[in-house]
């Protein structure tokens, strides 16, 4: 897929919560195609420590609208400043890199797409994806409290929202792996993205129960083309680079102890 090198317009900066902010992007010409787990690299302007761009999950793409969606959590320097662009301003982005999730085999139809955290950003897109081709996604969402959930209504739109909270105040308490959803219903394959011992937990799920799942790393990713080798991760082929060959793995051809 061909990238490109983008100075989109800032359409909205919605403030999410304390942590996270969505930015809605266009352009004067058309966006390219992107698929769900896709990233983007961003070229952070005004600040002064911030060198490399920044990696960021493709959130939503709206080709209806010509409008990109980026969820951010505000970390370091970089994506504070990210957090002050105002409706009209410029961002440059390099886009889109790396591969996407893998469509459900023929005859699958239960579907769990797991995120917590930032993590939960690219499940919107792909969930919007897989309801589009007629198989309705079940979503299981973990964050340590109610409100750092993010975009529960944009999530109940595209599938079935079930949630976790680590003190309780939305959904069932604790972590996803510990939802009643996973002993009552049995998925055929399984996506995850967030914190690494979430998505390993996760994993070591899907494997205990014979049933295929997909990662969607997120090691850095400073160039988004293979040269920095920031991102290198050691897979039954070898080492690789996240930003290149993936970041969606299936957990068969990771060495992860699980």
């Not at 090198?5 to 195609?33: C, G, H, R, W």
């Not at 002064?48 to 505000?74: A, G, M, V």
């Not at 308490?173 to 967030?194: A, E, N, R």
């Amino acid at each position: 897929m061909k990238k490109s090198v983008m100075d989109l317009i800032v359409v909205e900066n919605v403030s999410l919560n304390s942590s996270y902010f969505l930015l809605k992007l266009t352009a004067q010409q058309q966006l390219p195609e992107m698929l769900p787990g896709q990233f983007v690299e961003v070229k952070v302007e005004g600040s002064p420590n911030t060198f490399l761009r920044r990696p960021i999950s493709i959130n939503n793409f709206l080709p209806e609208k010509n409008e990109l969606w980026l969820l951010i959590q505000k970390i370091g320097d970089g994506t504070r400043q990210l957090s002050t662009l105002k409706s009209g301003e410029i961002l440059n982005l390099v886009f889109p890199l790396g591969n996407s999730f893998t469509q459900p085999k023929s005859g699958s139809k239960s579907t769990l797409l797991v995120g917590g955290g930032v993590g939960t950003a690219p499940m919107l897109f792909w969930g919007k994806i897989l309801k589009e081709k007629g198989i309705v996604p079940n979503f299981l969402l973990g964050a340590r409290s109610a409100s750092d959930l993010l975009q529960l209504e944009e999530f109940s739109q595209y599938g079935n929202l079930y949630t976790t909270t680590e003190d309780g105040s939305h959904g069932e308490k604790g972590f996803v792996t510990h939802h009643s959803i996973l002993k009552q219903q049995k998925f055929d394959i399984i996506y995850t993205c967030g914190p690494k011992p979430m998505m390993m937990a996760v994993a070591q799920y899907a494997k205990s129960n014979g049933i295929e799942c997909e990662v969607s790393l997120e090691n850095t990713m400073a160039c988004g083309f293979g040269v920095c080798l920031c991102c290198v991760e050691n897979t039954v082929n070898g080492h690789v680079c996240v930003c290149t060959e993936g970041p969606v793995f299936n957990i068969n051809d990771l060495k992860w102890q699980i």
